[in-house]
């Protein structure tokens, strides 16, 4: 198993930037897949973005497309999040997910973090 914790939420302007931090236990960072989520209230939980175990394929949702990145420090047990020209809707809570390369569904889920952009 693995336990995630993120940091790095906050309340900022539109056109802002915050990076998300993701560090997770245990010694086999390196062959999970990450992934970050967000929830809004009212709202699904979406899918942001996607790092494969090296860190060479990653995925976007088309909404972040340009303006988040996604990344891991598989060095460091970290992954993290950089978010650009950040706009009302992208306001959410956040969570840093992680599974394996053979499943389908990430089991593995932090608490989440709350980001606010206010116009």
């Known amino acids: 198993q693995v336990q995630l914790v993120e940091s790095g939420g906050g309340l900022v302007q539109a056109g802002g930037s915050l990076r998300l931090s993701c560090a997770a236990s245990?010694?086999?960072?390196?062959?999970?897949?990450m992934g970050w989520f967000r929830q809004a209230p009212g709202k699904e939980r979406e899918s942001v973005a996607t790092?494969?175990?090296?860190?060479?394929?990653?995925y976007y949702a088309d909404s972040v497309k340009g303006r988040f990145t996604i990344s891991r420090d598989n060095a460091k047990n970290t992954v993290y999040l950089q978010m650009v020209s950040l706009k009302p809707e992208d306001t959410a809570v956040y969570y840093c997910?992680?599974?394996?390369?053979?499943?389908?569904?990430?089991?593995?889920w932090g608490q989440g973090t709350q980001v606010t952009v206010s116009s």
């Open positions: 790092i494969t175990q090296s860190g060479l394929n990653t």
């Open positions: 245990g010694r086999t960072f390196s062959t999970y897949t």
């Open positions: 997910a992680a599974k394996s390369a053979y499943t389908s569904n990430f089991p593995y």
